[in-house]
């Protein structure tokens, strides 16, 4: 059976200018012709349209189209997942965009007349905000600050007016104030935010953004000045332990570690959450790093680093901040232990092997 152009165009739905575009393009020529000259399409021609039209469906270009009809089908993997790919970061701008019209929405009925400069600042907030963490993350914090019944930002912000009066003071971090408003604020964060991969991921941010600095209030002079106070106020607990000696590297390792220290205690937690075992490799890989730090902040000395251990159990207001809960202690000195097992494992190997 033949068809002519007009019949395969009511049958198909399509107009007979677009058949002649498939045509001249040579994505569908016809495989006979009449007498007259008139196209003639038959059954081969007819699948090959029917071809076309569902990978059109999926919105590809004709020459993509013509791409995988031309290839047998060997490329139409590949451009099925860039497809679904596409599809899925347009389903994510418009849920990103439909949650940031709700919260808007939530700012205009809380406030008859909002300030518009207040309303612009929250939209450009979600904007940045946005370019770091995913939807889920999003709606991970919505849900701890609807846990917390407040907001990140108001909840903060009596430590962050507090922090500024004291730098515009030139209060020194050593100050008990300062040490004092830094115990206080590393504890706040850590209960409107304890997931160490959101607070991690906040203060990559902030550092990043000078724009979000400045709707915040929190620049790099106050996370520094919070960071090296936050310093003191542990140097404090383990001075009643340790000596000037043991604690001489502590200072300057902990304030150059600090975000790589919530890092780790981010990828501990994620480890934890896959259920692995704390002798799975990637686990292992992980405490690797984290013994580093470790051994860095206490000059890796043997005998200190066993007394700051027993002094995290008698102080647990050293593990306030970052994101580090007992849970996380207690599946990382599982994890040492094997570390550790391993470690001395491969020495003595060594050893009966050069003996």
Do not use: C
């Not at 008698?314 to 550790?340: C, D, F, H, V």
């Amino acid at each position: 059976m033949l068809l002519k152009i007009g019949e395969l165009a009511s049958r198909t739905g399509l107009t007979i200018r677009t058949l002649h575009h498939y045509d001249k393009i040579g994505l569908l020529k016809p495989s006979a012709r009449s007498e007259a000259g008139y196209r003639l399409y038959d059954r081969s021609d007819i699948k090959r349209l029917h071809h076309i039209q569902a990978l059109r469906r999926l919105d590809l270009s004709l020459a993509e189209v013509g791409d995988v009809i031309n290839s047998a089908g060997n490329d139409l993997h590949f451009v099925i997942d860039e497809q679904i790919s596409g599809l899925d970061q347009q389903i994510a701008q418009s849920m990103e965009l439909r949650d940031r019209l709700q919260e808007l929405s939530g700012l205009l009925k809380a406030d008859d007349e909002p300030n518009l400069e207040y309303w612009l600042s929250t939209l450009e907030m979600m904007s940045l905000i946005g370019k770091y963490f995913s939807r889920d993350e999003i709606l991970d914090m919505r849900k701890l600050e609807s846990q917390a019944q407040s907001k990140i930002e108001t909840h903060m912000a009596p430590y962050v007016k507090a922090a500024r009066l004291l730098l515009d003071q030139k209060i020194s971090p050593l100050d008990p104030k300062a040490k004092q408003l830094a115990k206080e604020w590393v504890l706040a964060m850590s209960q409107i935010m304890p997931d160490p991969r959101l607070l991690s991921k906040f203060t990559l941010m902030h550092r990043k953004e000078p724009s979000l600095q400045s709707l915040s209030g929190v620049d790099d002079e106050m996370m520094d000045f919070i960071t090296r106070a936050s310093v003191e106020f542990r140097y404090d607990i383990y001075r009643k332990y340790l000596s000037e000696e043991e604690l001489k590297y502590f200072r300057a390792s902990f304030f150059r570690n600090a975000e790589s220290w919530t890092r780790i205690f981010s990828e501990v937690r994620q480890k934890m959450a896959l259920n692995l075992p704390p002798d799975h490799p990637d686990v292992q890989a992980t405490l690797i790093k984290w013994r580093e730090l470790f051994m860095d902040a206490w000059g890796n000395h043997l005998p200190t680093m066993l007394k700051v251990r027993s002094i995290h159990e008698k102080e647990p207001e050293l593990s306030i901040g970052g994101g580090l809960t007992l849970n996380i202690i207690a599946y990382a000195r599982q994890g040492m232990a094997i570390l550790e097992k391993n470690s001395l494992e491969k020495q003595q190997g060594k050893v009966r092997k050069t003996t």
